[in-house]
């Protein structure tokens, strides 16, 4: 490898001893240089390709119906300097803003030079810059650094990224894209980093005499394009050759030409090469001068978004607002306590506030409305830098017992106006609930809307989380789902908890629900999760009693397009809570993203009792006997209102191994048999069920 890397450097560094003439970015050798030299690269490379590749094949299954929308990047411009001539003017350096506003937009005069052939995959890829206003400290300032320096050139050696080797430390990468202009020698005009390599060295380094497109520029570099096809590799955009020399390379967009080689100079239209008859060389990633340039594509453009989605590599800094910049300016970004079902009627509200000005926050008004009542305000003081955050502990309160609603407003930072009135409020909706529900809890979602009274649902990213779904249910017509199939927020919780029960008396419980999930890669590479939680202290500690991911976890393989199960593609679940019975009992479902399908859940039922103990409702009740069974099983039950009920005798891996159904007389008690003899010795559900009530029995065939 190391031989490799050698003979590569100094290929490169053969290019760029030719004439000034020669186009050269510096970002493979680049690539190669961190691929050699830091841990874990490659395989960082390889994580944000495979999301890439699942976000662009799940867009085009849904028709890119992904809603765009606008992201400004903050942009800090180090000028690191060695004479008055790469001391480039503040116009020098705005004109390369403009021009990344122009080409990444679309908005580029000379993108009516498109060939009509380009034309319908030519893109805007509605992603803009502004200079940052605000530094790292919480200070405003230009974006623009100045840094004299001794060194006269820099290369691709990242010199120029630190101060200790006369150049410039970056600011953090999840807020700013870091532009470094200097002198880097040898006709090498820029290189860039992709995502996925350190955040000290993240950004690009544009060469000064193409810097922007005024000032001191060069011909034929002159027109800021250096810093779109180098800003295009920070997106995460390859080469539009591929980096071969043959038609074998791929830049791994779908509606670029293959091309075999970079193409140089200005050529007319079309031109044909080895691999096409028209390749693309008007494409940014090409290496023709800056006047041939004109267009990305869509496919490039699918590609440097899948960064800025939740769970992407650049999603940080895509929220960055290191441009906008308010003196004063307050926060209030959620409240803590309470939040979902509350047990207790006397509790003190926790709301986190957020100095999102660049004065330093000494105090604030923080205005607080129970169920639409005058808001009472409390002052609080103290000192919040800039994005500094705290958690505020409110007076108490007491509350009977019922739904209710608490709104937080937040005014007059340091005494003065709040500037930006859109980051004010925050609100929660609560339940409190003292004494506790009476079991059981037969839940099949089939109410609109969901969430219910008691129920709430905890989703802290604010993106995808768990709603009810009339395209799939085990009974009825509908089930709770999670729409991991376009999650892509990796990592991301989400929960989804039932009011809690009283267990007064109770010495036994259990619960019931039905499952249904697929992934979407085959394998088992990557898995979403489902466990469920369970609180014997009204919510203040937790213990986990189910928990599966792949392979577990799968009714059905692996699919991909958005998994909706048919009625086999559901497996029954039934957790013990007998050991977490305590004075109430809340149960939650948890899920973790990994972007993988979607997660159903159906008829959650929640009873007193364990196998073998009569289990009743007001809707369904059966009881199976003998237990332990011989030949047959006999079964007496009621269901409220259906004609026919359905049986299902199901085995520990939790296939239905025989299945029958029964007659049913509403309201009176029916009875039914089953021959059980060709089932081997072991530990069986029965499980009757129909269009709205299931109920289930374990039981042992000796
Ligand atoms: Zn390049």
């Known amino acids: 490898m190391k031989k490799y890397l050698l003979i590569l450097l100094s290929a490169a560094s053969a290019m760029l001893s030719q004439a000034q003439t020669l186009k050269e970015c510096g970002n493979t050798a680049h690539d190669h240089l961190l691929q050699e030299t830091v841990p874990g690269y490659t395989e960082r490379r390889q994580m944000i390709e495979d999301f890439t590749q699942k976000f662009i094949e799940k867009e085009m299954m849904n028709g890119g119906s992904r809603a765009s929308t606008i992201i400004t990047i903050p942009v800090v411009v180090h000028v690191v300097f060695e004479n008055d001539l790469e001391n480039i003017t503040d116009a020098q350096v705005l004109s390369q803003i403009d021009v990344l506003n122009e080409d990444l937009r679309r908005l580029n005069a000379d993108a009516a030079d498109t060939p009509a052939e380009f034309e319908g995959v030519a893109a805007d890829f509605e992603i803009e810059f502004c200079l940052a206003t605000i ?30 080797s006369g150049g410039s430390d970056a600011w953090p990468a999840d807020e700013y894209l870091n532009i470094w202009c200097g002198d880097l020698g040898g006709g090498l005009l820029g290189y860039a980093q992709f995502p996925g390599g350190p955040d000290n060295t993240d950004g690009v380094v544009i060469t000064y005499s193409s810097f922007g497109r005024e000032g001191y520029v060069l011909a034929p570099y002159d027109l800021g394009r250096t810093g779109t096809h180098e800003v295009g590799h920070w997106l995460n955009l390859y080469h539009i050759w591929g980096d071969d020399f043959d038609c074998s390379g791929s830049d791994l967009v779908a509606d670029t030409p293959n091309q075999e080689v970079a193409t140089y100079g200005c050529p007319s239209s079309p031109l044909a090469d080895a691999c096409n008859l028209s390749i693309q060389f008007q494409n940014y990633m090409d290496y023709t001068d800056d006047a041939c340039y004109n267009m990305f594509t869509e496919g490039q453009k699918e590609r440097a978004r899948a960064l800025f989605e939740p769970g992407g590599a650049r999603f940080d800094l895509g929220n960055s607002i290191k441009c906008i910049s308010y003196n004063f300016d307050a926060a209030a970004l959620e409240i803590l306590v309470p939040t979902g079902t509350y047990c207790f009627s006397t509790f003190s509200p926790v709301v986190t506030i957020r100095n999102t000005g660049s004065e330093v926050m000494t105090s604030v008004d923080i205005n607080y409305s129970v ?26 309160l007491s509350l009977g017992d019922g739904a209710h609603s608490l709104t937080i407003t937040v005014s007059d930072p340091n005494g003065m106006p709040d500037e930006y009135a859109g980051n004010n409020e925050t609100s929660s909706d609560f339940f409190i609930n003292t004494f506790g529900l009476t079991l059981p809890l037969v839940q099949g979602f089939e109410a609109d809307p969901f969430p219910y009274t008691g129920y709430s649902v905890i989703n802290p990213n604010g993106s995808f989380t768990w709603e009810r779904t009339t395209a799939a249910s085990k009974l009825g017509s509908a089930s709770i789902f999670m729409n991991h199939f376009e999650n892509t927020a990796v990592g991301a919780v989400d929960e989804m908890e039932l009011p809690a029960y009283n267990m007064t008396g109770i010495t ?55 998994f909706v199960p048919t009625q086999d593609q559901w497996r029954f679940e039934s957790v013990s809570l007998t050991p977490y019975i305590g004075d109430k009992l809340i149960v939650k479902f948890r899920t973790v993203s990994s972007w993988e399908n979607n997660l159903y859940v159906d008829n959650i039922n929640i009873a007193s009792g364990t196998v073998g103990i009569d289990e009743m409702s007001d809707n369904a009740w059966f009881d199976v006997y003998p237990n332990p069974a011989n030949s047959w099983i006999n079964i007496a039950y009621g269901f409220a209102q259906s004609p026919t009920v359905n049986i299902e005798i199901i085995n520990l891996a939790g296939q239905v191994v025989l299945s029958d159904m029964a007659p049913n007389i509403p309201g009176q008690s029916n009875q039914t048999s089953l021959l059980v003899n060709s089932l081997p010795a072991g530990v069986y559900s029965v499980r009757m069920f129909d269009e709205a009530h299931a109920v289930q029995r374990t039981f042992v065939k000796n």
């Open 135 to 164: 530094d790292p400290d919480g200070n405003p300032t230009t974006g623009i650094l100045r840094i004299p320096t001794t060194e006269t050139s820099f290369g691709i050696s990242d010199d120029i990224k630190f101060s200790a």
């Open 371 to 396: 169920d639409g009542a005058t808001p009472v305000t409390f002052y609080w003081t103290g000192s919040l830098d800039t994005y500094e955050t705290e958690d505020v502990t409110l007076p108490s």
């Open 508 to 562: 036994a419980a259990h619960l019931d629900f039905d499952v249904a999930y697929a992934v979407y890669t085959p394998g088992g590479d990557y898995s979403d999760t489902l466990q469920v939680l369970v609180s014997d202290d009204c919510g203040v500690t937790w213990n986990s009693v189910y928990y599966k991911a792949w392979p577990d976890l799968n009714t059905a393989g692996a699919t991909g397009t958005a």
